[in-house]
């Protein structure tokens, strides 16, 4: 079988150079003949052979409009490469952009065709963020129906193809996102402080704000601590000042992007999501294996991994009093919600096999 998975992000392309992701690559080619990955990405990146049958190529496009145009075309010339009457498999790793440049090559190669769903565009919120996303609600309302195989990140996703698209059960496969384990035992802050950790992307649809906000009100409850955000993006600025409109700049502390985060959770005593949407929450999985509870907007992996009143507290979209009000249960009982760290589920050899499952699924009878 050759595999061609089509994605975006240029963020994901430099993750190419990482030798931890380039081995986990590696691992996923172990499965196919030949793989080959073509990413959207801007200019200044050049082709990397992950392995000897693995091999990814950067559109190095100028314009984010222009990438699948230039994808299409590469597209059709890696698919040049295959023997005659060879099996193919396209994965596309959104049923968006990378889904429609999935399709038409799927239409022009007689390939098999297998669309992901990582973030759960059914949410409200995804669709009013901006007007290409409604765009993209539709693109995926027509594709997804015409996919020979799905995989999802989590439940939540799948019911909703099922009830909202009337996609059989059979054509859908659900797999979180792998993330590799992190080595963080819980001690609590050196100073012995209450600890907020959020980790997150700083774009508007994590809602950062609103864990500012909360963390705000929460200080004004009577409540004592302090609040990690660890990531980066084009509202750091925005969020750097609203926490020194509320007052709170001495006591939450921005950090950007790192590698390791290990350090962090181990400082944690609850971790804090606020989105608006999440396909699943690796950030906030890592939490949960690492024993730390959880208060989470009712996105991604709320009530499948993280459940309400045990190792966290789910909250609606949007409500901040909730989340003050929850880091307030947790700051006064402690020990009410302190899980101990759940085993993940599987080891990657396990994850591998998933993977090849949701892959071959795809598959002609």
């Not at 595999?3 to 196919?32: C, M, Q, W």
């Not at 705000?216 to 750091?236: L, P, Q, T, W, Y």
């Not at 400082?267 to 208060?295: K, M, N, R």
Request: net charge positive.
């Amino acid at each position: 079988m050759t595999l061609l998975t089509i994605g975006s992000g240029h963020r994901n392309f430099s993750d190419f150079l990482n030798p931890k992701s380039r081995e986990r690559i590696a691992a996923y080619g172990t499965l196919v003949d030949r793989s080959f990955i073509l990413a959207f990405t801007r200019p200044g990146f050049e082709k990397q052979t992950l392995a000897e049958n693995v091999i990814a190529f950067p559109t190095n496009s100028s314009s984010r409009w222009l990438a699948p145009f230039q994808a299409w075309r590469m597209g059709k010339a890696i698919l040049g490469l295959a023997s005659k009457g060879e099996e193919i498999v396209i994965s596309a790793q959104d049923p968006f952009e990378s889904g429609l440049v999935a399709w038409l090559l799927r239409r022009r190669s007689g390939a098999r065709l297998q669309l992901q769903v990582h973030t759960d565009f059914f949410s409200p919120y995804f669709r009013r963020e901006r007007w290409e996303n409604r765009v993209r609600f539709r693109i995926a309302k027509f594709l997804l129906p015409r996919a020979d195989c799905i995989r999802v990140v989590s439940q939540r996703i799948k019911r909703s193809l099922e009830s909202q698209l009337k996609i059989e059960a059979s054509k859908i496969v659900t797999l979180p996102i792998w993330s590799v384990p992190l080595d963080a035992v819980p001690q609590g802050a050196a100073d012995g402080a209450f600890s907020i950790l959020v980790v997150a992307r700083l774009e508007k649809e994590k809602q950062i704000d609103h864990a500012l906000l909360a963390f705000h009100k929460f200080i004004k409850r009577g409540g004592a601590g302090k609040m990690a955000i660890v990531g980066d993006g084009s509202e750091r600025r925005l969020l750097e000042n609203l926490a020194r409109t509320l007052k709170i700049h001495n006591q939450v502390v921005f950090h950007g992007w790192r590698d390791n985060l290990s350090h962090y959770y181990a400082e944690a005593d609850v971790f804090l999501v606020t989105s608006q949407y999440e396909g699943w929450g690796v950030a906030a999985a890592d939490a949960v294996y690492a024993g730390i509870p959880v208060v989470m907007t009712d996105v991604g992996l709320a009530g499948e991994l993280v459940r309400d009143g045990g190792n966290g507290i789910i909250v609606p979209v949007g409500d901040t009093d909730a989340i003050a009000r929850a880091l307030s249960s947790i700051a006064a009982d402690p020990d009410r919600f302190k899980p101990r760290p759940i085993r993940r589920q599987e080891s990657f050899d396990e994850y591998l096999a998933r993977y090849r499952e949701a892959l071959y699924r795809c598959r002609r009878d």
